[in-house]
């Protein structure tokens, strides 16, 4: 499996973004999806993810309300969108697969596949 973060970039306290990742070499549907983020010296920290399990969704506390992970399955491409940006939000955002369905996807140790990462910087 490989996978492709892309769409990163610089933008206001407010403002709007898309990051996408491109995934390849396996079914797509078969994988469970999720995107992290790591701010420099913290953790990797979970922002969403797409159980394959009953097509659940699930977000970090953080970005409810704000952010929202879509997948197309016919580009193999997932999605994250992200409105209302905080500095905070400040990070590079990784996206990451698991196969089947899996439980606390929360974790970054329940994923097998990781992309290389996307910087996202929001100015205040």
């Known amino acids: 499996v490989q996978l492709q973060a892309s769409g990163g970039g610089l933008v206001q306290a407010g403002g709007s973004l898309r990051v996408s990742c491109a995934f390849s070499g396996r079914t797509f549907t078969d994988y469970t999806m999720g995107w992290f983020r790591q701010a420099p010296g913290k953790e990797r920290e979970f922002v969403a993810a ?40 400040t990070a590079v955002y990784y996206c990451a697969a698991a196969s089947g369905s899996r439980w606390y996807i929360q974790l970054p140790s329940k994923y097998d596949y990781w992309g290389q990462g996307t910087q996202v910087t929001v100015s205040s």
């Open 50 to 89: 797409f159980s394959r399990s009953g097509g659940r969704i699930y977000y970090g506390d953080s970005v409810k309300g704000r952010f929202t992970i879509s997948m197309d399955n016919a580009k193999n491409t997932m999605y994250l969108q992200m409105n209302s940006l905080k500095p905070e939000d």
